[in-house]
């Protein structure tokens, strides 16, 4: 197949909308009744309707899922847990057709490129799949290949999702998606470039070099292109292998977890925004191994600033103080009441950096983190008319929501109050916004917006 092939064709497009359109057609015909005849709709029965219709496709849907499942309300939580159960592993490509790809990549005599390179992928994933192969100097590499027509794939799928995002805000007003679309419209536009997941992995593998627990592959730029991505094979076991384990054991993999995703943040202004169990190993020395960069927010200084101020700000009861910390975020139109409603979740986020002790992330009954918060915040917000979330402020949530529920599964007992103040103690808008000017014209990354 040519490389032109893997352009957002018509034709690519146009089977992509008629498979998912189907899907969600049903879903606005179910809404639609429930919402203008009251006939009651079995919001679980449609959702596993609608995983069926859908598990047959490849790719972007599952990365979408996997995003909503830690945005709080973006769509009713019976939808994300079917849309979540999509194959995660797709079908692979078969040998011919990798053979095919990999010589449309990298050049009809790409095998010599190579020591060895597996017939069999290691990993299927939402919109590649990884082979393992040698470089002949001996070293072990990973190569992620992306499917073909992936482009297509991804506009057909964000149409669709816009739709379902239009009828969900008929029904319920709570919250207005319309960022949190163009948010994750942008973030999965950027992760078929297999070229800037390259910078974002250069980035992070800059800003975590004295983190020696936390590990990040080494790209090998002659042998990746823009749907191609060749680098150092990392060996690691999953993260639920350790989530049994002794406690002191599951405190080191959640401090190196911490380290890994807010060393960027308050450092550099940079955040990952996509910590689901297969973006990450451990290693036998409980360290663990970052795999995934596609899903990367460069964020503006003063919004870093806006976290540490929201922080204050709920810390000592200041709503002044946190208005303005939202104010920066991007919020509008913020009401007593509304500001209120974010506070309630701010106050659930905020919650283990509050007390100078060791704790669990969260020190309820609930099994899934935020839930009972998010319920509550949800209904309040849907009173009072519902709030838009600024941009910025959909992968930071989905961050600090994701991070916990790693936490959660690995019972950890940590002072996550002296971890932050570690970060924050010596903050400086002025220097963070050096550091990551600097960082960032070194990997190639486009400076934030």
């Known amino acids: 197949m040519s490389a032109g092939g893997e352009e957002n064709s018509l034709g690519g497009r146009v089977m992509r909308y008629a498979r998912v359109g189907a899907a969600v057609g049903g879903l606005a015909a179910r809404l639609g009744a429930e919402r203008v005849f009251g006939m009651a709709l079995d919001r679980d029965r449609h959702a596993r309707d609608l995983r069926t219709a859908l598990g047959g496709l490849k790719g972007p849907l599952m990365k979408v899922a996997q995003l909503l499942s830690t945005i709080p309300d973006a769509l009713p939580k019976e939808y994300v847990a079917e849309l979540i159960q999509l194959q995660s592993n797709a079908p692979a490509m078969g040998w011919p057709f990798v053979r095919r790809r990999m010589a449309s990549e990298l050049g009809p ?240 986020v905020y919650a283990p950096l509050m007390e100078d002790r060791a704790r669990a992330i969260q020190e309820t009954s609930s099994g899934v983190y935020g839930r009972e918060v998010a319920e509550k915040v949800h209904g309040e917000l849907r009173r009072v008319g519902g709030v838009t979330p600024p941009r910025e402020f959909v992968l930071m949530d989905r961050a600090a929501i994701g991070l916990g529920s790693v936490f959660l599964h690995l019972k950890a007992e940590v002072n996550w109050y002296q971890l932050f103040h570690e970060l924050i103690r010596d903050f400086d808008v002025a220097a963070l916004a050096a550091r990551q000017a600097d960082a960032l014209a070194l990997a190639g990354v486009p400076q934030a917006g």
């Not at 910590?275 to 190993?281: A, D, F, K, S, V």
Request: hydrophobic share 40%.
């Open 109 to 348: 005599d790409w095998e010599s490129r190579f020591a060895s390179f597996e017939h069999v992928a290691a990993a299927a994933a939402s919109l590649g799949q990884v082979h393992r192969a040698t470089l002949p100097d001996g070293t072990a590499v990973a190569c992620k290949l992306q499917y073909p027509d992936m482009s297509s794939a991804v506009e057909a799928d964000l149409r669709q999702l816009k739709l379902i995002f239009s009828i969900y805000e008929r029904y319920d007003r709570a919250v207005h998606t319309e960022q949190i679309h163009a948010e994750i419209s942008a973030r999965l536009r950027e992760e078929l470039d297999y070229a800037r997941e390259a910078q974002h992995m250069r980035l992070y593998g800059h800003m975590l070099r004295s983190e020696a627990d936390v590990h990040v592959p080494s790209v090998i730029a002659d042998r990746s292109t823009r749907r191609l991505l060749t680098m150092t094979w990392l060996d690691g076991a999953k993260l639920l292998t350790v989530c049994d384990g002794p406690v002191e054991q599951r405190n080191r993999v959640a401090h190196a977890m911490f380290r890994a995703w807010y060393v960027p943040f308050y450092y550099y202004g940079v955040i990952h925004g996509d910590p689901h169990l297969g973006n990450y190993q451990v290693r036998a020395d409980d360290g663990i191994n970052l795999l995934d960069f596609g899903c990367i927010r460069v964020f503006p200084p003063r919004f870093v600033q806006g976290v540490i101020e929201l922080y204050h700000a709920i810390r000592s009861g200041d709503r002044d103080r946190a208005i303005h910390a939202y104010e920066i975020w991007g919020f509008k139109n913020l009401t007593p009441e509304i500001v209120e409603i974010l506070n309630l979740w701010a106050g659930f």
